[in-house]
Every structure is written in structure tokens, then in C-alpha cells.
């Protein structure tokens, strides 16, 4: 495998606590895969995070690098991405993804199956692809914020089933779809409720809804493997966006959201699709459940801009 070549100088990010610490042990197996098989050492550094947001801080100044490897969930990718998206792009390092979390959406997107974290044998024929990124400017309580997503923005129930995760995960040991669908059960049962949202498609008039979820998507899937807009390219420069609104009841609403584990949502009468290159959502306070690539953020008002073919992405050479 002549990794070197197609790679560079490649920096490994590992998240060992993603996936209940099954990142730590596929970690361990890409260590003995690079000092059996690689001839030389120094092309490949393994650097662990220490804590939230530490990805961000090491991709931030991987300038030496060609290569950025994340290994672990789409919050690793994230945190990696906005820390490439402060490198100037004439600089920025391609980035590369180890699936080894609970969603792994971005990986689907790239058209990798879930068990390649620790396989590193595709990466020798990988192609790489432009790939679209969105740009978060947000006012919260805190100030100012500026975030990037490369999957995903999401406000309302669905950034709740997100958020839940978290919790739901320490307390039962869940994973992959059976985590997010009890999140989103519970979610749809006690946490049920429309959020009032004032928002603005690119230069258009502000419209007022009646929401109970907003995603705003680069790639197709959230919530590990939720199609929610199953035709979104993440490569042409557009966000795929998909709202409900109006008085659903409760009753009709979960089965149409669990209607988008298949993309089979859209002929909901309440659900609305479209693209935009921008979008400006109002939240009526910072408790909105708001979710970048399955992030919380917190904030009364968001820019959303897409910044198009902002990441050069490796994927397999099969995907399309
Ligand atoms: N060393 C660390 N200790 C504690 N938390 C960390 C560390 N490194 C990263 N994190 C946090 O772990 C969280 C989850 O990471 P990640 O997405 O990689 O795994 P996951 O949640 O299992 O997968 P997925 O997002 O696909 O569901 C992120 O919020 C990140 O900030």
C-alpha cells in the first residue's frame, strides 16, 4: 500500500472516547497497522483528544500536514472541520474520515460502510472530492460565535433527538439507530411541541412558521441514517432544506418523521422541501434545541451560508 504517496504527511486525530471507547481500540489497531506496514514512521502521527473541542484546536494548526484523518463519530468530523476551516484554503489539509461513532453520517455520505474505522486499506485508492461546508455566524446570550457543519444544521425536535443522545447513551449503552430512535421517542412522547421560527430563505421575504423541525442539510442523512433530504448533493453548492409546519398533532407527526428513516416524509402535507444558499433562522430564545453535525449550539439567531467546495474530502474510490 503506498499510503505515503496518495496521502502526505497525514495527521490522525483520535476521539478514544467515541462510541463508548470503541474508538480507543480500533486507535490501537490502526498504531500496529502503521508500524507493521508503513516503512516510515514520520508520515503518520496519532494525536488523541483530550477533551471537547480539542480536534478543533489540533486541525486548526495542522499546516505541515496534507492529510487530516478523523477517527471517531460526526462530532469529531465537525470539531476537525472548523478547525481546517480556519486554515486558509490554499493551506488547508485534505480531510479524511475513520468511522468509528454512533451516527456516522458523513461517512454515509462519502459512501463508506460503518465498519471502516480501523480499515485503512481504502485509503490507497481513495479519490478525493470537493466537498461543501456550511458557515454557522450565530448571536447567543455568550456573544458572537462562528461554527462551521459539514453534514448537518438542524433546530427543533430533530436537534433535540440529537442532543438527547447524549445522556441516553451513558445511561443505557445504546448506539447507531437504536440511540436515536429511542431519543427520538422520547422526544415525540414527553418533549413534544411546535416551536414558533422566524426565518429567511436568501434575499426573500421572512416567514413566519409554526415549526416542529428545520434541518438545513449538505449531506442526505441525520440522526444515523435519518433521510430527511434524501436528494441533498454535497457538492453543488446548495443546501437541501426540509421543514414541518403548522398544527400537526403529535398523533400524525411521528409517524411522518419516522417516514424519513426511508426519504418516504416528503409527501406529508405539512412537510416543505427546498434549496437555498443561504438561510436566516430567528429562535424565540436560547433554550431552541439547535444541533451542528449532532453538536449543540446555543444561540437566539444564526447566518447560515454555504461556503461551496470548501473541503477536499477523501472517499472511496466506489462511492459516487
Ligand atoms: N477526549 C475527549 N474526552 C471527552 N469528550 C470528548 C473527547 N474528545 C472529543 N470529545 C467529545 O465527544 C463527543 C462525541 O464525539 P464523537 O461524535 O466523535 O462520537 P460519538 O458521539 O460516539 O459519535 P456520533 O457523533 O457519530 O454519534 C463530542 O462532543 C466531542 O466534543
Redesign the pocket.
Known amino acids: 500500500m503506498n499510503t505515503r504517496t496518495n496521502l502526505g504527511k497525514t495527521l490522525i486525530i483520535v476521539?478514544?472516547?467515541?462510541?463508548?471507547g470503541a474508538?480507543a481500540t480500533a486507535a490501537q489497531q490502526v498504531q500496529r497497522f502503521l508500524s507493521m506496514y508503513m516503512h516510515d514512521d514520520s508520515a503518520f502521527e496519532v494525536v488523541?483528544?483530550?477533551?471537547?473541542?480539542?480536534?478543533t484546536q489540533i486541525a486548526s494548526q495542522a499546516t505541515d500536514y496534507n492529510t487530516v484523518l478523523a477517527l471517531?463519530?460526526?462530532?469529531?468530523v465537525h470539531?476537525t472541520a472548523c478547525g481546517l476551516m480556519a486554515i486558509g484554503s490554499e493551506a488547508r489539509p485534505c480531510l479524511g474520515v475513520l468511522p468509528v461513532?454512533?451516527?456516522?453520517d458523513y461517512a454515509r455520505t462519502l459512501g463508506m460502510d460503518q465498519t471502516m474505522g480501523a480499515d485503512l486499506s481504502w485509503l490507497s485508492h481513495a479519490r478525493k472530492r470537493a466537498m461543501d461546508v456550511g458557515r454557522i455566524d450565530y448571536v447567543g446570550e455568550a456573544g458572537r460565535g462562528t461554527d462551521y457543519f459539514v453534514q448537518t444544521f438542524s433546530c427543533g425536535l430533530d436537534a433535540a433527538i440529537a442532543i438527547g443522545?447524549y445522556e441516553l447513551r451513558k445511561s443505557t449503552g445504546l448506539s447507531g439507530d437504536t440511540l436515536y430512535l429511542a431519543s427520538g421517542l422520547n422526544v415525540f412522547g414527553i418533549g413534544y411541541r411546535r416551536f414558533p421560527l422566524r426565518v429567511k430563505f436568501e434575499d426573500e421575504a421572512w416567514h413566519e412558521l409554526e415549526s416542529i423541525i428545520m434541518a438545513i442539510q449538505i449531506g442526505p442523512t441525520y440522526g444515523s441514517g435519518f433521510r430527511i433530504c434524501p436528494d441533498a448533493d454535497p457538492s453543488d453548492g446548495l443546501f437541501d432544506i426540509c421543514y414541518a409546519h403548522g398544527k400537526i398533532p403529535r398523533a400524525i407527526a411521528l409517524p411522518v418523521f419516522l417516514r424519513a428513516k426511508n426519504g418516504h416524509h416528503l409527501s406529508s402535507r405539512y412537510v416543505h422541501g427546498r434549496r437555498a444558499q443561504s438561510v436566516r433562522p430567528l429562535f424565540d430564545g436560547e433554550d431552541y434545541p439547535l444541533q451542528a453535525d449532532?453538536?449543540q449550539i446555543r444561540a437566539r439567531s444564526a447566518t447560515i451560508t454555504m461556503v461551496p467546495s470548501a473541503l477536499t474530502v477523501l472517499a472511496p474510490a466506489m462511492s459516487r
Not at 48 to 55: D, E, F, G, W
Not at 72 to 76: E, I, S, T, V
Not at 101 to 104: E, K, P, R
Open positions: 476521539n478514544p472516547t467515541a462510541q463508548s474508538a488523541h483528544t483530550t477533551h471537547p473541542r480539542h480536534a471517531g463519530g460526526d462530532g469529531l470539531e461513532g454512533s451516527g456516522n443522545t449532532g453538536e
